[in-house]
């Protein structure tokens, strides 16, 4: 490093030609920026299974922005087994539970399609999510179970 160096602040560097590069400010144009665009394999791998599908409608549908994955569950459970909430065994309501803690929602939050709070057992919609919108038939899911 050589005296020059040192005097300039740690965020702004000069280029080969003289000018000043602030470092601070392609940071914040890459904050500000939209997600990547996903990759097809990824799209769909996410929407070929119905319950990541159910996961994403349900989700998206909720007003209150994070979703308790217990409820998540139950309503998950009750579509595929075509029952009311209250109608659910304990074992059916587990099995989806451990599927969607274990398996669907750590993949689509990889995907940054959701949020998934494995500690507070929470989720809610990643900044990729509005990309598979365009994927999704505008049969529900939920009409099909």
């Given at each position: 490093?050589?005296?020059?160096d040192?005097?300039?602040p740690?965020?702004?560097?000069?280029?080969?030609?003289?000018?000043?590069?602030?470092?601070?400010?392609?940071?914040?144009?890459?904050?500000?920026?939209?997600?990547?665009?996903?990759?097809?394999?990824i799209?769909?791998?996410?929407?070929?299974?119905?319950?990541?599908?159910?996961?994403?409608?349900?989700?998206?549908?909720?007003?209150n922005?994070?979703?308790?994955?217990?409820?998540?569950?139950?309503?998950?459970?009750?579509?595929?087994?075509?029952?009311?909430?209250?109608?659910?065994?304990?074992?059916?309501?587990?099995?989806?539970?451990?599927?969607?803690?274990?398996?669907?929602?750590?993949?689509?939050?990889?995907?940054?399609?959701?949020?998934?709070?494995?500690?507070?057992?929470?989720?809610?919609?990643?900044?990729?999510?509005?990309?598979?919108?365009?994927?999704l038939?505008?049969?529900?899911?939920?009409?099909?179970v």
């Open positions: 490093m050589t005296s020059s040192m005097d300039v740690e965020t702004e560097r000069t280029d080969d030609e003289g000018e000043v590069e602030n470092e601070g400010e392609s940071v914040e144009s890459e904050q500000s920026a939209e997600p990547e665009p996903l990759p097809l394999d799209v769909f791998e996410i929407l070929k299974n119905k319950r990541r599908r159910l996961v994403l409608r349900y989700v998206r549908r909720e007003e922005e994070t979703v308790d994955l217990g409820e998540l569950a139950e309503h998950v459970a009750a579509l595929e087994n075509d029952k009311s909430v209250a109608a659910l065994t304990s074992g059916e309501r587990k099995r989806v539970y451990v599927g969607l803690y274990q398996c669907h929602l750590p993949k689509m939050d990889d995907a940054d399609i959701v949020e998934f709070d494995r500690n507070r057992g929470t989720i809610k919609l990643g900044e990729s999510a509005d990309q598979l919108d365009e994927y038939d505008s049969q529900s899911d939920e009409e099909t």
